[in-house]
């Protein structure tokens, strides 16, 4: 059996400025075609001993809400598409969010790529294919002992953890199960903060001192130890011995896992801070649209410009 098996059962708080080089490198699908800063076949894992297969080498990680998911509905629909396109030639998509496990499996098994890694919370965590989530929350736990010691002026950070079911589907736009598994939480703790930016400033600097980071999507701001989506994709591409990255994100949070691939596809957002990626990708593209209608024409347009059919040939010659 190959990747994708027969039984689908269906960042950091503030993101670095693009430099010039980068900025150059930047381009809407629709206004041109795709232009490189290195040479052909000088992608980070291909060699000229091994050139470059799209079908054989490529690997796709994707955030999910407003990105690959529509932050209203949490509809994939509009990019089944490139989805059907990916699972026909076996081009493996990882999942990486600032959900949890428990949430994200579900999903993985909808969309047809339950043969792939999962990259949760925010890359604290990183579920591989066949492996059932764990219960362990001894990291979350820690998380929330250290905000409840927090100074009173800087408690203005409302958790995942301070929230009760309603609130939490108030806050997320979840139904009653999915918001229950978002609490499942083993890493992270994601909430909303409600203190002004001098407040803000002080509480990131007091997090740093216990050795906590927070990273921004694009509703939350998310607590953790630090483990980011760019340190779990470099450990899914070894894990799969795949060579050329694309990714795609719309986030502060998604910044590190856009700078560290081969290519990087940046989603418009309307609901948060805008992501910005220092020079690293061999190509930056900003989709026209957001959500999973932009994620369908960027990243199609995107796997025509590197080679991989549309469609499958059938007979004849």
Same mark, same amino acid.
């Given at each position: 059996? /190959?990747?994708?098996g027969?039984d $689908?059962?269906?960042?950091a708080a503030?993101?670095?400025? @693009?430099?010039a080089?980068? $900025? ?6 629709s206004? !041109?075609?795709f232009?490189?800063?290195?040479? =052909? /076949?000088?992608?980070r /894992?291909?060699?000229?001993?091994a ?9 796709v ?7 690959l998911? +529509?932050? &209203? ?5 509009p990019a089944?598409?490139t989805?059907?396109r990916?699972?026909?030639f076996?081009i %493996?998509?990882?999942?990486a969010s ?10 993985r098994?909808a969309?047809?790529f #339950?043969n792939? =890694? ?8 990183l579920?591989?294919?066949g492996?059932?989530?764990?219960t362990d929350?001894? %990291?979350?736990?820690e998380i929330r002992?250290?905000?409840?010691l927090?100074p ?6 409302? *958790? ?8 939490l ?6 139904t $009653?199960q999915d918001?229950?598994?978002?609490a499942l939480?083993q890493?992270?703790? %994601? *909430?909303?903060?409600?203190g ?6 002080r509480?990131?600097?007091v997090?740093?001192s216990?050795?906590?980071? !927070? ?8 607590i953790s ?9 470099a ?5 799969? +011995?795949?060579?050329i990255?694309?990714?795609?994100g719309d986030a =502060?949070? +998604? !910044?590190e896992? @856009?700078? &560290? &691939?081969?290519?990087a596809?940046i ?6 801070? =805008?992501?910005?990626v220092?020079s ?5 593209v ?7 209608d932009g ?7 995107l @796997?025509? #410009?590197?080679?991989?059919?549309e469609?499958?040939?059938t007979?004849?010659?």
């Amino acid at each position: 059996m /190959g990747l994708f098996g027969s039984d $689908a059962g269906h960042g950091a708080a503030d993101g670095g400025a @693009l430099n010039a080089q980068a $900025a150059s490198n930047r381009i809407h699908l629709s206004h !041109a075609r795709f232009k490189t800063k290195e040479k =052909p /076949g000088t992608y980070r /894992g291909v060699t000229s001993a091994a050139p470059f297969d799209p079908l054989r080498d490529l690997i796709v990680f994707t955030d999910l809400d407003g990105t690959l998911l +529509d932050h &209203a509905t949490y509809s994939y629909a509009p990019a089944q598409p490139t989805l059907d396109r990916l699972r026909r030639f076996q081009i %493996p998509l990882v999942l990486a969010s600032s959900k949890t496990a428990s949430e994200m499996v579900a999903l993985r098994s909808a969309l047809g790529f #339950q043969n792939c =890694p999962i990259i949760c919370e925010n890359g604290a965590g990183l579920l591989e294919a066949g492996v059932a989530p764990s219960t362990d929350d001894a %990291p979350y736990r820690e998380i929330r002992a250290a905000l409840s010691l927090l100074p009173t002026e800087l408690q203005h950070f409302e *958790g995942f953890g301070d929230m009760d079911l309603a609130r939490l589907i108030a806050v997320t736009g979840l139904t $009653a199960q999915d918001a229950q598994n978002a609490a499942l939480r083993q890493f992270s703790e %994601p *909430g909303l903060w409600s203190g002004d930016d001098v407040s803000l400033d002080r509480f990131l600097r007091v997090l740093r001192s216990k050795g906590l980071h !927070a990273r921004r999507g694009g509703r939350f701001l998310t607590i953790s130890h630090g483990a980011t989506k760019a340190q779990q994709m470099a450990r899914t591409v070894a894990m799969l +011995d795949k060579r050329i990255t694309i990714a795609l994100g719309d986030a =502060p949070n +998604d !910044a590190e896992m @856009l700078a &560290a &691939a081969d290519y990087a596809i940046i989603l418009p957002n309307d609901r948060g801070a =805008p992501v910005s990626v220092p020079s690293g990708p061999r190509q930056i593209v900003e989709a026209d649209a957001p959500g999973p209608d932009g994620w369908n024409q960027a990243l199609g347009a995107l @796997l025509t #410009q590197l080679g991989v059919p549309e469609t499958e040939k059938t007979g004849g010659t």
